[in-house]
């Protein structure tokens, strides 16, 4: 998709660095099958130039199924405030395979690495490798990780790592930067290339409608209003909601400090460079939508192809207001699920605003307790419930869970139906900042084993899998405070 940007600046013919020595740290079977890559006993590609090609030294090899890569420039807001042109710094794209595009993260410098190495390292590699198909397994749009190749180049962050690249892969990596770099420069043909491709390519629908740019603008926004409210309902937090990390297919895109909530804190920050908490957990859906707003401001000149400036405006405007709406409506339904209701009845909303704050107030381990609660018999009495002694105020959450039973009464829910459901909407396992650490502390002593193993387990993450109950728990309390940051 992004070969609909060749012909200008913001497109760069750009070879992969080779690395030294390159060997398979993780590799996805899912993703591999995704894009027909057999494997061998190993679970590794058969075809041993695979190594080559996802280590970026292909081009050393006699394997030439991509001939012409490319890093592309964008631009964008970070942190609130414009910052001119970005571009993939350390992300080159290599083609096309089975309707994905395959991109190398940390293959090198590109022309838009601007002070960057262009490299990755083991630890962000594999945070992002585990948490991208994570995310899959769990229903959330998201790019995948094919594969994580390592090499003992040593590389400087904070201290002396290794380096690593990510293979990723996404039916397209275009992002609302993308739209922004070229409304900047007022480049409106290329603008409009870009529109269109896009259309023809991932939102046909939009070709057909009656103002297909007005279109295309309200289903990636519908898109991502829904990404968020999902985002919500499994604890997750991105961290670094810049527009340039913003996919125009709805796609989380961009891990680097990214977590989920442990102890449940609404306004908890996971990136610990985002001092002001822009990016904070309950910020999520608001700056997506000032996204959004970004998206549509770029997109004026090609509403302008029809209308005046001003109606252009209120056009966009007036579609920009069905963000909350969506995200609304995806939240009430998606925490609906969680509470194990079939029907929606009035005061379901405040009933889970309740126990949002029951939660926030008493650090709830956001994972556990909804799981548990589908282990809730509505028969016994609400003491039995052994989730609620993680509470401060006793009270307060009993006379919710009183509330609660009352409301699962009022639709005649059947516990062990409820339990089903319940336990397909509230996963068992999720990437804790704490397992992901364990797994790279292992990773760094050249011991993949635990990478496999967690890639396994959050793979299915809905499945009981009891063997590995130890990975559903909330972390110790000395690990409480694992700390992440932009640098990766
Ligand atoms: P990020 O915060 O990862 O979204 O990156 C913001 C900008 O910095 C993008 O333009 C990236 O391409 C660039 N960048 C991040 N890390 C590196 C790196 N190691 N080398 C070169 N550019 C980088
Ligand atoms: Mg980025």
Known sequence: MAFSLRGD???????????????????????????????????????????????????????????????????????????????DGRAILL?????????????????????????????????????????????????????????????????METAA????????????????????????????????????????????????YLDLFKRICKRNAKLVAQWQSVGFCHGVLNSDNISVLGLTIDY?????????????????????????????????HWNMACLASSMIPLLELRHSEKEAQDLLRLALEEFPITYAQTWQSLFRKKLGFSAEKDGDVALIERLIQAMHDSKVDFTSFFRNLGKLNSKLPISTFSSRDDFIDREAIDIWLTDYVARLQNESSIDSERQLAMNQANPKYILRNHLAQFAIEQAQKKDFSEVSKLLEILSRPFDEQSEYDAYSLAPPPNLNAVEVSCSS
Not at 100 to 123: H, I, N, P, Y
């Open 9 to 87: 600046d913001a497109c760069q013919a750009t070879l992969p660095t080779p690395i030294p020595n390159p060997y398979w740290v993780a590799f996805s079977p899912s993703s591999a099958k995704l894009v027909g890559i057999d494997l061998d006993a190993n679970n590794l590609p058969a075809d041993k130039t695979w190594l080559e090609v996802l280590s970026g030294n292909q081009l050393h090899t006699a394997c030439h199924q991509f001939p012409n890569p490319i890093s592309t420039a964008y631009s964008g807001h970070q942190f609130g405030v414009w910052a001119g042109q970005l571009g």
């Open 256 to 288: 680097g400090p990214f977590g989920f909530l442990d102890q449940f804190q609404i306004d908890h920050i996971c990136n610990h460079s985002d001092q002001s908490g822009r990016y904070a957990y309950h910020r999520q859906p608001q700056i997506m």
């Open 165 to 212: 690249v990510c293979a990723r892969l996404a039916p397209s990596f275009i992002r609302v930067g993308h739209f922004e770099h070229y409304a900047s420069l007022q480049s409106h043909a290329r603008l409009k290339e870009l529109a269109d491709s896009l259309m023809e390519i991932h939102y046909p629908e939009s070709l057909q409608a009656d103002e297909p």
């Open 95 to 159: 083609g096309d395979i089975a309707g994905q595009e395959l991109q190398l993260k940390g293959a090198g410098k590109t022309r838009f690495s601007r002070m960057g190495d262009g490299r990755a390292v083991l630890r962000s590699s594999i945070r992002e490798f585990l948490c991208s198909e994570a995310m899959h397994a769990l229903g959330i749009p998201t790019t995948r990780a094919l594969s994580i190749v390592g090499s003992d180049l040593p590389i400087r962050r904070e201290t």
